[in-house]
């Protein structure tokens, strides 16, 4: 059995705060922005973008109640899972993922969950409509008590890491970026990133979010996170769902082709599942004369630039 981690996240020498990388691109030019990445995705190797702002506030809070294990949630292709795994490997916590697909035990591992079981992380699989259900106070508990019976005592990481101590770490994006954009860009899963950028901008700026999820829950849920952050709505940020491209880890000829162009424009690689749906958005919104001229305009890169 591991013994409570008493390693500090800072020993792993992150890379704050994260550079800013000046683009030039004509779709942006020609209409008087200017376009800059915010690559948190250069933070840490293993522990790259909001990653890092969420996880780290968790895996100390966990460390100081002499939490050994990490128990979390996603399917088969979150990279929180991955990246709970590989915090786990760097800090010496012990990890659980629970993921959503009973259907895929037995099978072979994609290449997202081979990589969190070669970082230590026991995964174990859950029907989805159980899955589902799992914010219903009653099914959860239930769920967890049944883990708790199979892997012992687990400090429980919400899925894609989004919790009141996560949108606090996320603040600190907002935070770095005051006084270097007018617009705040990034793509958005379970809201946590949105919800502290938002309150860590400054008041003159404004945040976009790009859900990479349909079903219209994301202003609800991030409300909630400021909620329990910070004690309310707080920031200026809104929402266009119009750039998931059919859902999560869903895409279509128009998001690669976008992506594609975007790699041979800036030598750049696009991690897809977010950071391209994001920059689609932003490219959109700016064609459509959503910014004035001189307007500033930043996108996060949330995760690891690349094909994924």
Not at 184 to 200: D, K
Not at 283 to 292: I, K, M, S
């Amino acid at each position: 059995m591991s013994t409570t981690p008493d390693t500090d996240p800072e020993a792993l020498r992150p890379r704050l705060p994260s550079p800013l990388q000046e683009i030039e691109d004509g779709r942006f030019a020609r209409r008087g922005l200017r376009l800059v990445l915010k690559r948190d995705d250069l933070i840490h190797p293993a522990l790259s973008g909001n990653k890092w702002r969420k996880l780290v506030p968790n895996l100390r809070a966990a460390a100081e109640a002499g939490h050994s294990t990490l128990l979390t949630f996603g399917g088969a292709y979150s990279n929180h899972l991955r990246a709970t795994a590989a915090a786990g490997r760097l800090l010496g916590f012990a990890t659980v993922g629970v993921v959503r697909g009973d259907e895929l035990a037995g099978r072979p591992l994609n290449p997202s969950l081979a990589r969190a079981a070669a970082d230590g992380m026991r995964l174990t699989f859950l029907d989805r409509g159980t899955y589902r259900r799992k914010a219903d106070p009653e099914v959860l508990g239930a769920l967890l008590d049944g883990l708790r019976a199979r892997f012992g005592d687990c400090y429980v990481v919400p899925e894609g890491g989004s919790n009141a101590l996560a949108a606090r770490g996320c603040a600190a994006l907002g935070e770095e970026l005051r006084g270097r954009a007018d617009v705040v860009a990034l793509a958005c899963g379970t809201g946590g990133t949105l919800a502290g950028l938002a309150a860590g901008l400054a008041p003159d700026q404004r945040a976009i979010g790009f859900p990479v999820l349909k079903g219209g829950f994301l202003d609800r849920e991030v409300s909630r996170l400021q909620t329990e952050a910070f004690g309310g709505r707080t920031g200026r940020w809104s929402l266009d769902d119009r750039f998931h491209c059919g859902g999560y880890a869903k895409r279509g000829p128009a998001l690669d082709t976008f992506a594609d162009d975007f790699t041979e424009r800036h030598g750049l690689p696009l991690e897809r599942l977010y950071v391209a749906k994001a920059l689609l958005g932003l490219t959109t919104l700016a064609e459509e004369g959503a910014f004035g001229s001189g307007t500033t305009l930043a996108a996060v890169v949330t995760g690891g630039v690349g094909y994924g």
